[in-house]
């Protein structure tokens, strides 16, 4: 059965950070302990209720799309043992399929999204100028529509209970460089369509996508943190996909309609959810981490 975790408890290992989601340890100068937990944010806002299971279904999608796009792009993952990174004592079923042991690499300051349809703060902004992120955008789409070709749409990295906010590209090339910028924007682009060609094939849709970048000593580029996840994705059914609506997902879009329906201002504390979101959006997560890595939730 999965475990539930709302916060990571590890005494004797640094915690150095406590994220919406995952809760990251330094084991040295060098590598740092990931933890995904079970908490969910929606809005930027971290919701009172843990989703069980959900820090082990994130974990191991991550986990599955870095090794498919090795090839593509390096990734932070050493390969250790999670088991042996632990202090003495503490439940190693309980980390097992939530953590990670990685590289410690200098975040990138900025979210790399690739958008391949008009969707969610996408199609406001569209809305609203007929251009998103800067890039002008033919005139007449539609909600949802497919894009003539995927984009690169940044976004600032806001501080937890803030809101992100579209970007140009030139505000990443005055942000970290036009080198660093381009390399970023280009494996952005280049993981997101060959991740999109082969959900496709297993009948999903990968509407669009966060990824995090980082840097070594060296300079040299690593994609980090989460990976092609339903927290970080919009995954649509190809079955059940329609232009001019928003389409039924796979991902914490479930939850995000609840929360539409409701009289919040969208800003901290969030409200609590009931029994059935709660269910309905484990129940989402399971099924995107089988249709595509073909694991299957106890």
Known sequence: MPTTLLQADLPGLDLIHRGKVRDVYALSAQELLIVATDRLSAFDVVLPDPIPGKGEMLCQISNFWFGQTAHLMPNHLTGKNVADALPAG???????????????????????????????????????????CGIKLPAGLRQAEKLPTPIFTPSTKAPKGTHDENVSFDAVVQAVGADLAEQVRDATLKIYMFAAEYAAQRGILIADTKFEFGTDESGRLFVMDEMLTPDSSRFWPADEYRVGISPPSYDKQFV???????????????????????????????QALQKLAGIVVD
């Open 90 to 132: 503490t439940d190693a079923a309980l980390y097992a399929k939530r953590s990670i042991v990685t590289k410690r690499l200098k975040p990138v300051p900025v979210e790399a999204i690739a958008r391949g349809y008009l969707i969610g703060s996408g199609w406001k902004d569209y809305q609203a100028s007929g251009s998103l």
């Open 256 to 286: 995000r309609d609840y929360l539409e329906t409701l009289d919040w201002n969208k800003t901290a504390p969030g409200p609590k959810l009931p029994a059935s979101v709660i269910q309905g959006t484990s129940a989402k997560y399971a």
